[in-house]
């Protein structure tokens, strides 16, 4: 199993531009979720899914979106980059409560973003 | 308000000493427990779940205090290799399951000096 893969590793982006960051799970897991990390906040969530077809905002959601349409994959799209953004990324998945381990979240390895 | 309190340190500790902290949580509704790592430019790795009773592994302790609402993470005989940053995780007693029912801290950074 590659676990967790997240696409791209590095980007750049100039202020304005749109992008899809792509993360995708082999282990059949229903939750997924994306988090960005900078420095002194910790990992905050953006958005994250219960399931195929389904997704929620997490604490800080505005400039990004989400679509879960199969249960391997769930890609975040920044609409217009701004420098506030620039960040790094990461992807989780976990099998949910009720599954043994369900809690265990599983992270992709991350993408770091610049926007200038 | 769900909150998780971590010291950031860094905590700068010889080669085969004992290093200890804590993680302070507000929300009594808190449900489970766990320690990530996370290496340097990595992703955060599960490191251990925390139970009411304790657990150990190989030189990992890691124990919860309802009352006082804190975990702790304690390391034996550190080693090099234990340089990283401990993320304190906490989840909510609620049925959905999601990631919005997660609080991380924003981690103990500790060095392991030879």
Redesign the interface.
């Known amino acids: 199993n590659a676990g967790v893969t997240q696409t791209p590793k590095f980007q750049v982006l100039k202020t304005g531009q749109s992008m899809t960051l792509q993360c995708a799970q082999d282990m059949n897991h229903e939750?997924m979720?994306w988090?960005r990390q900078d420095p002194?906040?910790?990992?905050r969530?953006i958005h994250?899914?219960?399931g195929a077809g389904i997704t929620?905002q997490?604490?800080v959601p505005n400039g990004y979106n989400v679509s879960r349409s199969t249960t391997e994959d769930f890609p975040l799209r920044l609409l217009s980059a701004a420098p506030s953004q620039t960040s790094v990324y990461?992807c989780?998945s976990?099998s949910?409560?009720?599954t043994s381990g369900?809690?265990?979240?599983y992270?992709?390895?991350?993408t770091r973003l610049l926007v200038l | 308000r769900k909150e998780v309190e971590q010291d950031p340190g860094p905590f700068n500790v010889p080669e085969g000493a004992t290093v200890a902290f804590n993680c302070t949580y507000s929300n009594s509704a808190s449900q489970?427990f766990?320690w990530?790592r996370q290496d340097c430019r990595?992703?955060?790795?599960?490191l251990m779940?925390v139970y009411s009773s304790g657990n150990e592994d190989g030189r990992f302790t890691a124990q919860l205090n309802r009352a006082s609402q804190y975990i702790s993470l304690l390391i034996r005989d550190s080693k090099l290799s234990d340089s990283a940053t401990y993320?304190c995780?906490v989840?909510l007693r609620y049925?959905?399951?999601?990631?919005?029912g997660?609080t991380?801290?924003?981690?103990t950074h500790l060095i392991i000096q030879p």
């Open positions: 939750y979720s988090y002194g906040m910790g990992l969530l994250y899914s219960v929620d997490g604490e990461f989780a976990s949910g409560p009720g369900g809690e265990t979240q992270f992709g390895p991350g | 489970s766990f990530y990595k992703e955060p790795k599960l779940s993320l995780v989840t049925s959905g399951g999601g990631a919005d997660l991380f801290g924003k981690g």
